[in-house]
């Protein structure tokens, strides 16, 4: 068998979380060797040219909010931020929200304005947002607790929630669904639509059972610190995990897409590329390769029985729709107070019918209505995104990926007219947002997003759905939630690992703690917690 390439691991895929593991592995002198399908490293976390020259677009994530909480950044850890040039901004306001009626929200950073903003409606929904704040921050310490160790390395939330005074009410909160939580504590229809719009950014129904904790979790960070977002687009994060790596001697494989698992006396010692070279990891291999598409390709019997049934029910999630555009001018909502603007922006239908866009997508449902729309113009606070006077916009919503009666190749007829739709309902809000200010648009269907991302199946963002029935010890399969798969030398991460999708550098972080274990290196070593 050719050899092309041998490290102590294989990276087999470079999104963000895999960037994340490679670098503690890095840090604690193994070799690494990283391939991704794409031509550029960073997955979901990638800012690309792709409406002309000075136009930089983050082509999927653009909010950070997450990662500031893993010790990754929050301690810089690894130094990302200190030596390697990642700065992060904290928009002011954090998100402005337009509702059927024409009234709408502005959440600011200082919570008494937000508060405000909600006492225009009632004021018992006012306190009960007070209220929701400082509630979270009893859940904040157990949260960031519960994530950031693998599944069985440290108590699960629920665990820790037994030994918390006020435990068993935020149990019950967990069972919930978010919108049943948001009825329960919001009265009028205009706060519950702006809970709803903030609980849905998850990309889970929000009437599923198991959601409740989205009523807060996503806010109140969102409130303490803003929608926060790199300076310079979302791959500045995978500029500095990669300049780590680099000056570790890491080689970079981009443009390879990974066809195959070696395995050698049952143990998984490298990958094959489609192109035929041969990538081999003395250690082993780490793989963000979604967990559908592992499985095929290493031969049925090694897995088990458990492993494949658990892959063969996993949910890829709730598929994304996202419009790009060049502009010479950014939204500007009109409303009865003035003019308002923010780099987080959107539409939130009454909470019913958000609720009922969640419902037929899991129906399979095609549905125009739009219900949620995020609008993100980070170039509101970072002009050099665009060139001078101009603006990067997303569009962003949920939909379903197999249209009914016409299959996935559906999309490539519909979706302009889909763009026109998501345009038409921000204009209702924002009427100088006219196609004279567009200088260039590209729109991405779920079967674009697919299509760039083999690990975004059906154009779903998180690596699998985040509802309860796939989250935790579920995750991916029972019994295989700790990063190791059947296979020994085998591991995985990213978002079809706990606690999931998004920018978050959970999964990379954790996989990295176990698999320092695994090969006897104290992850002390190059860990602060
Ligand atoms: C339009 C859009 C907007 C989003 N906005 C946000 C946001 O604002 N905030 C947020 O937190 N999240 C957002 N997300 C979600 C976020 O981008 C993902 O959840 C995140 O990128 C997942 O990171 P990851 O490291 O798990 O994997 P990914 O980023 O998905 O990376 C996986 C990598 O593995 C590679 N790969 C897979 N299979 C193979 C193979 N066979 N061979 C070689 N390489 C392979 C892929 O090419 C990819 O580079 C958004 C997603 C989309 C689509």
Redesign the pocket.
């Known amino acids: 068998m050719a050899l092309d390439h041998q490290a102590d691991f294989v990276i ?7 960037l994340v593991t490679a670098c503690y592995l890095a840090a604690a002198g193994q070799s690494c060797v990283v ?4 031509d550029i ?5 990638a800012t690309e040219e792709i409406l002309g020259p000075g136009f930089a677009i ?9 990662i500031l909480q893993n010790p990754i950044i929050r301690l810089d850890e690894l130094g990302l931020v200190a030596r390697h040039g990642l700065t992060y901004i904290d928009p002011d306001p954090v998100a402005h929200v337009a509702l059927p009626d024409g009234e709408q929200i502005t959440m600011h950073l200082d919570a008494e304005r937000t508060i405000a903003e909600f006492a225009r409606y009632c004021e018992a929904d006012a306190e009960s947002y007070r209220r929701l704040l400082a509630e979270f921050d009893e859940l904040r310490p157990l949260l960031a607790k519960a994530r950031a160790f693998p599944v069985g390395y440290g108590p699960s939330l629920r665990d820790l929630l037994k030994e918390h005074p006020r435990g068993g009410i935020w149990a019950r909160r967990m069972a919930m669904s978010a919108r049943d939580v948001i009825l329960g504590e919001f009265v009028s229809p205009h706060v519950r639509a702006f809970m709803g719009w903030m609980a849905f950014q998850t990309a889970v129904p929000i009437d599923q059972a198991g959601t409740g904790l989205l009523a807060y979790q996503i806010i109140a960070p969102r409130q303490a610190r803003s929608w926060s977002i790199p300076m310079g687009g979302s791959g500045r994060l995978v500029d500095a995990l990669v300049g780590f790596l680099r000056a570790r001697g890491t080689e970079f494989h981009l443009g ?4 195959g698992l070696i395995l050698e006396d049952g143990r998984c010692v490298g990958v094959r590329a489609e192109d035929g070279r041969i990538f081999r990891g003395r250690k082993g291999v780490v793989s ?3 967990v559908k ?1 592992l499985v095929d390709m290493a031969p049925p019997d090694v897995w088990g029985e458990t492993f494949r049934y658990g892959v063969k029910t996993y949910n890829v999630g709730v598929p ?1 729709f ?1 419009s790009y555009l060049a502009t010479t001018a950014p939204p500007v909502f009109q409303t009865p107070r003035g003019p308002r603007m923010a780099v987080s922006a959107g539409y939130a239908g009454w909470i019913e019918d958000l609720v009922q866009s969640g419902r037929n997508i899991y129906d399979g449902r095609f549905s125009d209505d739009i219900a949620w729309l995020l609008v ?1 113009t980070p170039s509101l606070v970072d002009p050099g995104r665009a060139p001078a006077g101009h603006h990067t916009v ?1 569009l ?1 919503t949920h939909t379903i990926y197999d249209l009914p009666g016409e299959g996935p190749a559906g999309w490539a007829a519909r979706k302009e007219a889909y763009t026109d739709r998501l345009l038409a309902t921000l204009r209702r809000f924002c009427p100088g947002f006219t196609d004279d200010v567009i200088l260039a648009r590209l729109t ?1 269907s779920p079967v674009d ?1 697919e299509a760039a ?4 199946i059906h ?1 779903a ?3 699998g759905d985040r509802s309860a029935t796939f989250s935790g010890e579920q995750r991916p399969v029972p019994g295989w939630a700790a990063h190791r798969m059947p296979i020994p030398g085998l591991w995985q ?4 690992t706990h606690p999931g ?4 550098g959970y ?2 972080r954790n996989a990295a703690r176990v698999i320092l274990g695994d090969i006897g290196i104290d992850p002390a070593t190059v860990m602060a917690t």
Request: aromatic content about 2%; hydrophobic content about 25%.
């Open positions: 087999a895929g470079a999104g963000h979380n895999s391939i991704d399908a794409r490293p960073g997955g979901g976390a983050d082509t999927c994530s653009t909010g950070h909010t997450l390879t897409k990974i066809g963000t390769i979604h598409h994304f996202a993100a997303k962003l991405k997003i991302n083999p690990h975004m154009g963002p998180h690596g991460t990213g978002g079809t999708g998004s920018i978050t999964p990379g």
